[in-house]
């Protein structure tokens, strides 16, 4: 499946979730959706979706928060998997993205790929909610029935790798962090879907 599927599938089942991207997500999601509950973290810090989603999943626990992490910072940090499991935020959703590159960085492979079982770490790190997607169809089959249950939910999407630029901003990311925090203080969706 390509990013491509994974994102507009994406785009069309996502209502007032917080969105937190990083690395090639951040890079075009965007080009999706670019609103106040859309964190497209870049410069990405590779490792850190899941801990910033857990932040504010906890923070926020009304409002359903969405992490699409790549495999290469899922490797990074694969430390937060048991920590969300211990925590067991209803409201978190982790989308682990694995093309088995790192993508942004030029396309090296990753240690372990076509190898390391996503799915399994994350069942071992004590996720109960455990998926994995290989087609656009079943993605957008699957999709809104994963949305509805309780989290953590730990979904693992297979992609084909494209390499390509590191994320570029939109917007200096302190006034990203403002419009996340206003919308979130003021409780309204606020999302400008593109």
């Given at each position: 499946m390509e990013l491509a599927?994974?994102?507009?599938?994406?785009?069309?089942?996502?209502?007032?979730?917080?969105v937190v991207t990083t690395m090639a997500s951040a890079r075009e999601w965007p080009n999706y959706s670019d609103g106040p509950l859309d964190l497209n973290y870049a410069p990405?810090?590779?490792?850190?979706?899941?801990?910033?989603?857990?932040?504010?999943?906890?923070?926020?626990?009304?409002?359903?928060?969405?992490?699409?992490?790549?495999?290469?910072c899922?490797?990074?940090?694969?430390?937060?998997?048991v920590t969300i499991a211990g925590l067991r935020p209803v409201n978190l959703v982790l989308f682990n993205l694995e093309n088995g590159v790192y993508e942004v960085t030029g396309g090296q492979k990753l240690a372990g790929s076509g190898r390391?079982?996503?799915?399994?770490?994350?069942?071992s790190a004590g996720w109960e909610r455990v998926y994995e997607i290989k087609e656009a169809e079943e993605l957008r089959r699957e999709l809104p029935g994963i949305l509805r249950g309780n989290g953590p939910v730990f979904?693992?999407?297979?992609?084909?790798?494209?390499?390509?630029?590191?994320?570029?901003?939109r917007r200096p990311m302190p006034e990203t962090l403002r419009m996340l925090s206003e919308a979130?203080?003021?409780?309204?969706?606020?999302?400008?879907?593109?």
């Open positions: 599927d994974f994102l507009s599938a994406l785009k069309e089942v996502r209502k007032d979730q917080v990405s810090s590779m490792g850190q979706g899941p801990a910033l989603g857990l932040g504010i999943a906890l923070a926020r626990p009304e409002r359903q928060v969405i992490v699409l992490n790549g495999d290469g899922t490797l990074m940090n694969l430390g937060v998997l390391v079982g996503f799915t399994g770490v994350a069942r979904i693992n999407v297979k992609l084909v790798a494209r390499p390509g630029p590191s994320p570029k901003p979130l203080a003021a409780g309204s969706a606020g999302r400008q879907a593109r």
